[in-house]
């Protein structure tokens, strides 16, 4: 479904894929809430699970219009609302490209999760959400290869 979305889509829309849910499996999804690593604190039961029917993150034009491809990963911060605090966004691993980090930044702000939760409690907290920035007529980066076996597994597919 991505891919046909990628074809048809403008020079300035991104054909983007979070990882945290169309590739992520719940093991290293665990491990991304950062909560319990910091803080000595208790893991949730229940991971947060974004809510947004589309990635809202959008390539920039100039980089789309080159091929310009690279993975962005922010630490975002996930309250017990399941809203997304715009303040704490903070790039954790760079793309290498400046535009593509901002971009990832911006849509970050339009996220919405459920909450993460602990014994049926909504809890508060930080995960690392990585953000794939893919064009659909470029080639494969490295690693692209594991997120299509797990295509054929019966995930959605990544170009």
């Known amino acids: ?15 983007v894929v979070a990882v945290a849910t169309a590739c ?9 809430v950062l909560f319990p690593l910091r803080t000595g604190g208790p893991r949730p039961d229940e991971l947060p699970a974004m809510l947004n029917p589309e990635p809202p993150f959008r390539y920039p034009a100039d980089l789309y219009a080159q091929k310009v491809q690279g ?34 930044v911006a849509g970050a ?13 909504a809890m508060a907290v930080p995960i690392l959400f990585p953000v794939y920035f893919r064009h659909p007529e470029a080639r494969p980066l490295p690693g692209d290869t594991v997120l299509q076996r797990r295509a054929a597994s019966g995930r959605r597919r990544v170009p």
């Open 71 to 104: 993975n962005t990963t922010l630490r975002i911060f996930i309250d017990t609302l399941g809203a997304v605090h715009p303040e704490s966004t903070v790039v954790a691993e760079s793309s290498g490209y400046p535009a593509l980090d901002s971009a990832a």
């Open 109 to 121: 702000r339009e996220l919405r999760f459920t909450p993460a939760k602990l014994h049926g409690a």
């Open 1 to 15: 479904m991505l891919s046909r979305v990628a074809r048809r889509a403008a020079a300035a829309v991104a054909l």
């Open 24 to 32: 992520m499996d719940k093991e290293t999804a665990r491990r991304s």
